[in-house]
């Protein structure tokens, strides 16, 4: 069985890795595209993934049907940019345009039929907000723009899930924790037990693995695939019967 994929804001490729990683061990071959538009992100993730159609561009710039002329993808992943929603920016303000790549998850969401998305970002994508006059996040509108990005998905017809899980439970090499957002056309979204974790629950933060600062900087995405394959095979095996 072989199902159409698309890795938006692609990166270096950690987060094909754990679909590709997932499908295979699923025995399900992929037919990726994957879209970024820095030209040193698409040649790495052509580098490491040389058999994937790629396009350089920005993803709000495309025309989903034009990129998939059938329109109906079986999963979608994207990691938006996450520099302006994370707290390692100590306070500092924000560029409000750098926050909306990520309503092109929504865009691709109306023009095509898509079975499945899951998205990444860091916990604080939650509090995503309007911005005040200084460019910080309106204290009193903390959330909403958030609430109304996953309201879009469910106006759309999907159930829609969110948890923030910590990568060193899947077998990552980091402890940094990731928003990971599951919605599904089918059923409501199923989440993957830790599989390196005294505590047996999707939800647990506890890990076997010691902290490693090394591999708990920003831009390591080589470093979370484990977690990106975990819930991307979850979904696979949950919806493979969907895919016919």
Known sequence: ??????????????????????????????????????????????????????????????????VVPRGRLHLLVASPECTFHSIARGGRPI?????????????????????????ENVPEFIRWGPLGANGKPLKSKVGETYQAFVQALRS???????????????????TRKRLFIVATRKGAPTWPLPSHSRQKTASSQASMFPKNPEADCDGHEENQWFGHRAVSRHVLWHEQDAFD
């Open 95 to 119: 560029e409000d345009q750098k926050r909306v790549p990520a309503w092109g998850v929504i865009q691709w969401a109306q023009e095509l039929y898509i079975d499945n998305i899951i998205i």
């Open 156 to 174: 759309l017809g999907y159930r829609v899930e969110e948890r923030v899980l910590c990568c060193a439970d899947y077998g990552d090499a980091t």
């Open 1 to 66: 069985m072989k199902v159409l994929c698309a890795d938006l804001f692609c990166g270096a490729g950690g987060t094909s890795n754990g679909l590709v990683e997932a499908a295979s061990e699923l025995g399900i071959e992929v037919d990726l595209v994957a879209i970024n538009h820095w030209p040193t992100a698409i040649a790495t993730h052509t580098a490491n993934h040389p058999w994937a159609r790629h396009i350089c561009a920005r993803v709000e710039e495309i025309r989903p049907c034009e």
